[in-house]
């Protein structure tokens, strides 16, 4: 059978939550796809995830073997570590690929239209990119998460950090991909990080503090983690999936 030209595939690499809630999507048709290709280290989060699906789904044994079935748009959803490998790979194969693991690209000088970042758990970016250019003095983030965020257990608020953005995303490299994707909107000003363990926060709570050339700026976001992950906020995910959409429509 000849290959359809024209069909859309969204390559996945991860199958944990964020992926899962990619893939349910794709099913669910908010993002329209003809296909799913999943990849995960751990095959058996693979075929979990392929068998609660009734969409049409190609599970891959490795990254190459997803760039010869050439999707249109590959999502990262696994770890700093994979985003470091393949970021570079499936930018230089034309693939539009979106990044949830942003901490990796602190470390890495991609110069590509294809690398996506989404907003991942706040918001405001286009007004942080925008205020970048005239001149950032300072940005301060306070990250507030559940103990069980952290797997600690403390009974009072404890700050767990407190220093730069790129060190929070290297120490916490799937709790603080905020801290480095408002590293990467406004480089190249620096953020200040604090990381708080709170036991009376339920939802991840980002606030964060900008002077800039021409004024100032508060933005506080309160998000439900994702349910089978705490690390995560809901609206990672979703941030991820409006971003899917939008190349997807390209």
């Not at 390559?11 to 809630?21: D, K, R, V």
């Not at 940005?139 to 009072?156: H, I």
Request: with cysteine; net charge neutral.
């Amino acid at each position: 059978m000849r290959e359809n030209p024209e069909s859309k595939k969204v390559g996945i690499i991860g199958c944990g939550a964020i992926g899962t809630l990619i893939a349910e999507a794709a099913e669910r048709k908010l993002v329209m796809c003809d296909e799913v290709i999943l990849y995960d280290y751990a095959a058996e989060k693979t075929e979990k995830l392929r068998s609660s699906l009734r969409f049409p789904v190609t599970v891959v044994a490795s990254l190459d073997e997803m760039l010869r079935l050439k999707p249109k748009v590959i999502v990262e959803a696994a770890s700093q570590q994979a985003a470091r490998e393949y970021v570079e790979r499936i930018a230089s194969a034309g693939i539009d690929l979106i990044v949830m693991s942003t901490g990796a690209l602190l470390d890495l000088n991609v110069q590509s239209s294809k690398v996506h970042v989404p907003s991942g758990a706040i918001g405001g970016l286009d007004a942080l990119s925008s205020a970048a250019l005239a001149g950032i003095d300072e940005v301060v983030l306070t990250s507030r998460k559940n103990p069980r965020a952290f797997e600690l257990n403390n009974k009072e608020p404890k700050v767990v950090y407190e220093g730069s953005a790129e060190e929070a995303a290297r120490l916490y490299p799937r709790e603080m991909n905020v801290a480095a994707t408002l590293a990467l909107t406004v480089k190249p000003a620096k953020v200040k990080v604090q990381v708080v363990s709170d036991p009376a926060v339920q939802r991840n709570t980002h606030e964060f503090t900008v002077k800039w050339r021409f004024g100032e700026m508060f933005l506080r976001f309160a998000n439900d983690p994702h349910p089978e992950n705490p690390r995560t906020s809901a609206l990672a995910a979703w941030s991820a999936i409006r971003l899917l959409q939008k190349l997807l429509e390209t």
